[in-house]
């Protein structure tokens, strides 16, 4: 991360799925971070998405370790025990549509709100994963209810955290980032492990795209490649 100061420190949220872990390697593999701190509900502190106070316990934790350049959320949820992408509108229900919001949108936008004051003033990067899927002018298929209206509520989310924090914090940027198709247990039951690539490939083309990154391009929706997706 050639853009951020040497000895920057790096946050990365959902570090117990494959790509968090895989930002977390490839940060650690870095002689320039001084620092990667690695949170999901296996660390300590521990960080669920799905209790706010305990949101807020961590980053007050993580306040005295600052200031952080790099924040990455690295969570998702599209299935599991009780949960499938739903194919039409009758499959939907409020619990599935309150779990998978939950995770991709309520517990990312807490985390902002309680991580963006401890952010480096002199620059930092946010990185948000997100999902082309969560594309409202690239949607032609239809289907997955839960997890594309999450994702294209989470893009808001970024766009909108990033307008506030240009006037108050304006050497920040945050994006919202596509990996691709990764070889992961999320996309396991949608031929993920013939069609996608490895972790640590999707990880190290989302920091480079950051990193690249400059103000005017904070609240971005942006692929692998660094290609602006619709929103």
């Known amino acids: 991360m050639a853009s951020l100061p040497p000895d920057y420190r790096a946050l ?43 949101i807020a316990a961590a980053a007050a934790r993580l306040a005295s370790q600052g200031p952080w350049h790099l924040l990455i959320v690295a969570t998702g949820l599209l299935h599991g025990p009780g949960l499938t992408p739903e194919k039409r509108l009758a499959d ?12 991709n ?27 082309k899927v969560g594309s409202i002018g690239d949607n032609r298929l239809g289907g997955w209810y839960a997890y594309r209206a999450s994702k294209a509520a989470l893009n808001m989310m970024v766009r909108t955290a990033a307008i506030e924090l240009a006037r108050t ?13 990764v070889r992961s247990a999320l996309s396991r039951p949608f031929r993920g492990d013939e069609i996608g690539v490895e972790p640590a490939l999707a ?23 660094g290609t602006q997706l619709p929103w």
């Open 12 to 54: 990365v949220v959902g570090a117990s799925g494959a790509i968090g872990a895989a930002f977390a390697d490839h940060l650690r593999a870095d002689p320039r971070c001084a620092l990667v701190v690695p949170l999901s509900r296996r660390t300590d502190p521990a960080l669920d998405l799905a209790d706010e106070a305990g």
């Open 105 to 131: 949108v309520f517990g990312p936008a807490l985390l902002l709100r309680h991580v963006a004051p401890l952010l480096a003033r002199e620059r930092a990067l946010v990185g948000l994963v997100s999902a």
């Open 169 to 181: 914090q304006p050497r920040t940027v945050l994006a919202a980032l596509h990996p691709g198709t």
């Open 92 to 103: 939907l229900s409020f619990d599935a549509l309150q779990r998978v919001f939950q995770v």
């Open 203 to 225: 990880a190290a083309r989302m920091l480079q795209v950051l990193d690249g990154l400059q103000p005017a391009d904070s609240g971005s929706f942006l692929a692998y490649d």
